[in-house]
């Protein structure tokens, strides 16, 4: 009888459930976190290098030909790399002028940033970034 009443007390009893739910449950969330800082730091790339393409298109504008508006679009994005935190190595930029519109592309290579390193954990997004804007000039 002593010993059925320690084994329904065995089953009934509720300590250590959390933590045995805790670790079922971990790392998923672990991997969730780190997805998170990976895929948010990602998207802040990728959103520095639309906003440096979009301004380096705005100050291209105000070239009189081609390679002033080329001139003026690198110079623009040289400056903003560092400010936006990127490594200017790791951009490569080209700037199309045509009589109608000019086209800035900018590629970033973020596949070493030190965030991306937790892509063994979770699958990872795209490496390299690429943004283009467009501004067209006059006769709208």
């Known amino acids: 009888m002593k010993r059925r009443g320690l084994l329904s007390r065995l089953i009934h009893d509720r300590r250590g459930v959390a933590a045995i739910e805790f670790a079922i449950v971990a790392p998923l969330l672990i991997m969730m976190m780190f997805g998170m800082v990976m895929y948010g730091s990602w998207f802040w790339m990728a959103h520095s290098v639309q906003a440096m393409a979009s301004e380096g298109a705005r100050a291209a ?7 002033e508006r080329e001139q003026l679009a690198r110079t623009f994005v040289g400056a903003q790399v ?26 970033y290579d973020a596949s070493d940033h030190p965030l991306m390193a937790m892509s063994g954990l979770i699958p990872a997004p ?15």
Do not use: C, Q, W
Request: glycine share 10%; hydrophobic share 40%.
């Open 61 to 67: 504008i105000a070239g009189l030909d081609p390679t």
């Open 82 to 107: 560092s400010d936006l935190g990127l490594d200017a190595a790791k951009t490569d930029m080209a700037v199309e002028s045509s009589p109608t519109a000019i086209r800035v592309n900018i590629t």
């Open 126 to 140: 795209p490496g390299v970034i690429r943004r283009t804007a467009v501004v067209r000039l006059g006769g709208y």
